[in-house]
Structure formats: structure tokens, C-alpha cells
């Protein structure tokens, strides 16, 4: 499930500027991985629209 | 009514207007129910006894003049503290903004709501900006369950449920980003509504996600939920996701009217297949079903997307909106989070621009199908918690019943979506349902509601707490 490994998330994490939670809170930084991952990997694999994402969000009074 | 702290606003407005009670009586009585009780349930971050008074006074001077200034004269409110009230400090329940300076203005859904003759009681509860919690590593305690104190009673607006539940206050705000105004409402057996995207004004609130993020009412009965909503609503050019309605919104004229010739679409597969819902639950669901067909409505069978997919598309655009805000905190000052929000607010780091942008265009596509679905039924009914609420001490339990729930594909959507009780489980925790109607039309979602209040008594449900 979890593709990310130790190596590829304190990358992201470093490069993302969380040096310093890295530091002092190792497990937390791996967990936000894993959730990030799992959830991205639903919506890579189901997201099958030719729908455009613009605008953000709106709601149109019918 | 003698016990002025399970008044109803309605009741309570009425009796004010009337000469019959006055708000400085309501305001003490309250008080002095929080003095006594909320050390026990944690509702409150701050409770403004002195300001509360003396606009209680004001508002004693001004009905017995005859001068009444809107719906909610002299009724009491509580605000969650993500949301701004002037003289006050917003703390979002963390201790990044533990110290600092008080809000110099009210929030635009203060603002309205104090036009319309409310008083503000104080500032309560949630969980660390409105996403980390329930957690005991904050500078304030969690809010707890009055049915039962040693359960989590709902985020993250858990101050407004549990105080309403308590009978702290007749009505209290919220917010909801991922269904933090229906879990509470779910947990505690009060009634919350996440209105329409657009429709309440979000300006002076703190942020979790800008484009997910509904400021709503939070209240015990079905007609105050009403009464309350229909002093928020209203086109607020200072905050880019209002709307400007080309009519008064009247939601109390049609909400007896009952349900008959409306039709119900009920999603069974939400708690049937994608995420099995606990016995008591469904059966809960399938009672309202029953009910609302005995009272005239039409009820069939509707699909929507999976629960797992519109979860995801709403974390992974929450989160990613979320860590656009806390970005630089989280690199800062990490340690001044507690660890559920740290953890909860530092997955956005780990998604691409990529993800978000999948997830926004899988958002198109869902509206489109909920839009879809909507055109045939009138009203949605489908479960909002699939569980009774679980411990709050413990943090597998909460973290496995996190993402069981089916509120998350209305933020998604934008949709207004309501919940509220349908009774109570063996164990005398709040079993729930949840409504969802078309955009701009909370009128005919609190008729079906007010339908079901009527025939089942839920606004009759309170805890016993003793202090």
C-alpha cells in the first residue's frame, strides 16, 4: 500500500522545508506519508473524467 | 417550559418578546449552569460572563420598550473558536495562536447574528484548527460527550455539540470542512446543518480549506436550526465564495407543511456496501425511511458515488488547501501543534499539484452526478455517522471510526446537508441520520426533518448530567 519509502519521504519532507520535524518528530512526518499516500493513490487510480476543474468551486442557483 | 436551559430559541424569543422572561433571567440561568457543569464537559475555551450580562441588560431595556431587533432577541450563542468575535482571542484551540491578540471585529456570521439580538455566551471548543483532535496535548482539554463523559462527542465543532447538548445554550455556530458540524450534531443528538456552499459568509473565520470550508447553525430542535440559519444567510461581498440570492431566505413558513408528495432517494449502498454501518444505525435509517413514507413521502433507492472515493477527494483537496496555510508554521514551530493536527495537517506536504488537480476535476465529475441524482428525488437520506460515537481515550478506536461517515461527499459537492438523531443505542449513545437537499433549497430539507422530529420526539432526547 505505502509506495513511498524512508528514503523518498524525508526528500519530500526536506524539500517541503520540514527539516525540523523530521528531527524532532520522526513517526509523525512518516505517518503523514503514509496518509498522504494511500489517498492519492485512490485518486490516481479512479480519477477516469474528462472533467476540467475549473472554477475551483462554484454553485450555480437553478 | 420551567428548565430555562432546555428552552428552545423559538420559546425562549417568544417569552422575550412577550414580557414573559427576561433575557437577563435566561443569560443567569445559563451561567450558572455552565459554572456548575462545564468543568465536567469542556464546552467552553472561554465563557464571557461580563459582556453576556451587559448586553443582557440592554436587551432587557430595549424589549421592555417594545424595541426588538430581530428573531433572536436576547437569546444566547456559543461560537466555536475558529470563528472571530471582537474583544476576544481566537485561538483555534492551539497553542499557535495561544497568545495572541483578540479579534478586533466580529466574524460576518457574529455580526449577523448579533443584529439579529443574539448574545454572545463565549467561545468553545474544537479540535486543533478544526482538524486535530480529539487531543489531550492542547492547552485546553477536549470537549467531552454529556450522554456520556467518557465518549468523544464529535468534531470538530465538539464545544458547540456537546454545550447544546449540556443546555449550555440554545444555539451555537460551526463549521464544517469535512463534516465537523454534522459529526458533532451526530454524536451529541442535537441538529447541525451544513448549508449550501456560498450561502453563509465565512469571512472572520479561520481557515481549514477554502473551498470546502460552510459556517452553519447548530441547535436541539429542527425550527430553531431554521430560525438560526435564516439570520446567517445573505450575500457578503468580502468573502469570494458568497452568493447573492435574489430572495429572502424564509425557511419557518413551509416547515410544518410535512412531506407529503415529496420524494426521498435513500442511499443505502453508503452504509449497506461501502462502509457497513453498525446494526443500530441502520436500523435507525431504515425507521426514518419507514416514517417518512408513512407520512406521505415516496421513498426509492438511489446510487452516488463510492464513500471511498469522495473521502478521498475530500482529503486529498483538504489537505492540500490546509498545508497552503499552515505551511510555514509546521516548519517553524512544529512542536507547538499537538500530534493528531501536526500529523493531520502535514499530509499535504506529500501531495503533488498533480493530486490536487485529479481531485479537483473528480470533484466536477461528482457534482455533476449528485446534481443528477437530485433532479429525481427531492431530498437524499443516507446515514451520517456510521457508528455510535466511540471513547475518547482511545486513539485507535478514533482514528478507525475517523473516516466512517458519510458527511465528507457534501463539502465535496457543496450541497446542504443536515443531521440529526434518530434515538438512542442500547448503550444510550445518539444513533443518526442525515438529510440532503438541493442547492438553496434548506427549506424542503428541514421540512423532511421537522417531519421526522415530529413523529419520533427527538428534540425530547437530553442527557442527565449532574454536577
Same mark, same amino acid.
Given at each position: ?62 | ?24 433571567? *435566561? ?114 482539554? +477536549? ?111 413551509? *416547515? ?22 453498525? +446494526? ?61 493536527? #501536526? ?17 479537483? #476535476? ?44 458519510? #458527511? ?54 437530553? +442527557?442527565?448530567?449532574?454536577?
Amino acid at each position: 500500500m505505502f509506495a513511498m519509502d524512508q528514503r523518498m519521504t524525508e526528500a519530500i519532507a526536506r524539500r517541503a522545508g520540514l527539516e525540523r520535524a523530521l528531527e524532532e518528530f520522526p513517526d509523525d512526518v512518516v505517518a503523514a506519508a503514509i496518509s498522504a499516500a494511500k489517498v492519492t493513490e485512490v485518486i490516481r487510480r479512479s480519477c477516469r473524467t474528462p472533467s476540467e476543474p475549473w472554477p475551483p468551486m462554484t454553485v450555480v442557483r437553478k | 417550559m420551567n428548565e430555562r436551559h432546555w428552552m428552545t430559541a423559538k420559546a425562549a424569543a417568544a417569552a422575550i418578546a412577550d414580557g414573559e422572561m427576561s433575557p437577563v433571567e *435566561l443569560v443567569k440561568a445559563l451561567l450558572d449552569r455552565i459554572e456548575r457543569l462545564d468543568p465536567r464537559v469542556n464546552a467552553f475555551l472561554l465563557v464571557d460572563a461580563d459582556a453576556a450580562l451587559k448586553e443582557a441588560h440592554a436587551a432587557e431595556a430595549e424589549a421592555a420598550q417594545g424595541r426588538l431587533r430581530g428573531p433572536l432577541h436576547g437569546i444566547p450563542v456559543g461560537i466555536k473558536d475558529i470563528i472571530d468575535v471582537a474583544g476576544l482571542p481566537t485561538t483555534c484551540h492551539s497553542k499557535i495562536f495561544e497568545n495572541d491578540a483578540a479579534a478586533r471585529t466580529d466574524a460576518e456570521c457574529v455580526a449577523r447574528l448579533r443584529a439579529a439580538g443574539a448574545i454572545v455566551l463565549g467561545k468553545l471548543s474544537t479540535h486543533e484548527f478544526a482538524i486535530g483532535g480529539p487531543s489531550f496535548d492542547l492547552p485546553w482539554p +477536549p470537549a467531552r460527550n454529556p450522554w456520556n463523559r467518557d465518549h468523544h462527542p464529535g468534531g470538530s465543532s465538539s464545544g458547540s455539540g456537546s454545550g447544546l447538548a449540556a443546555g449550555f445554550f440554545p444555539m451555537a455556530l460551526g463549521t464544517d470542512t469535512g463534516g465537523s458540524i454534522r459529526n458533532p450534531a451526530s454524536a451529541c443528538a442535537i441538529v447541525g446543518t451544513k448549508p449550501t456552499y456560498g450561502l453563509v459568509s465565512r469571512r472572520g473565520v479561520f481557515p481549514l480549506a477554502f473551498t470546502l470550508d460552510h459556517v452553519g447553525p447548530m441547535t436541539r430542535t429542527v425550527a430553531d436550526n431554521a430560525l438560526m440559519l435564516g439570520t446567517l444567510v445573505g450575500h457578503d461581498p468580502l468573502d469570494p465564495a458568497s452568493v447573492q440570492l435574489p430572495e429572502s431566505c424564509d425557511y419557518m413558513t413551509a *416547515l410544518d407543511q410535512g412531506v407529503r408528495d415529496l420524494r426521498i432517494g435513500f442511499v443505502r449502498h453508503f452504509h449497506e456496501a461501502d462502509i457497513p454501518a453498525d +446494526p443500530e444505525v441502520a436500523a435507525g435509517l431504515d425507521r426514518v425511511a419507514l416514517t417518512l413514507r408513512s407520512e406521505g413521502a415516496s421513498v426509492v433507492d438511489v446510487r452516488l458515488p463510492a464513500l471511498q472515493d469522495f473521502a478521498a477527494v475530500n482529503r486529498v483537496i483538504l489537505q492540500s488547501e490546509a498545508w497552503s496555510i499552515h505551511s510555514e508554521w509546521l516548519r517553524d514551530r512544529p512542536g507547538d501543534y499537538g500530534r493528531l493536527g #501536526r500529523r493531520r495537517l502535514m499530509s499535504g506536504a506529500f501531495m503533488g499539484a498533480g493530486d490536487y488537480v485529479l481531485a479537483s #476535476r473528480r470533484r466536477s465529475q461528482m457534482i455533476v452526478e449528485v446534481e443528477t441524482a437530485l433532479r429525481d428525488v427531492d431530498v437524499l437520506l443516507c446515514a451520517s455517522a456510521m457508528d455510535p460515537a466511540c471513547r475518547i481515550d482511545e486513539p485507535e478506536e478514533i482514528e478507525r471510526t475517523y473516516m466512517r461517515q458519510a #458527511r465528507t461527499p457534501f463539502n465535496v459537492t457543496g450541497h446542504p446537508a443536515l443531521a440529526m438523531p434518530t434515538g438512542l443505542s442500547r448503550d444510550g449513545l445518539p444513533l443518526s441520520v442525515q438529510f440532503v437537499g438541493r442547492y438553496f433549497d434548506e427549506a424542503t430539507l428541514f421540512k423532511v426533518a421537522r417531519t421526522w422530529e415530529r413523529v419520533a420526539c427527538t428534540d425530547a432526547l437530553h +442527557p442527565f448530567l449532574v454536577g
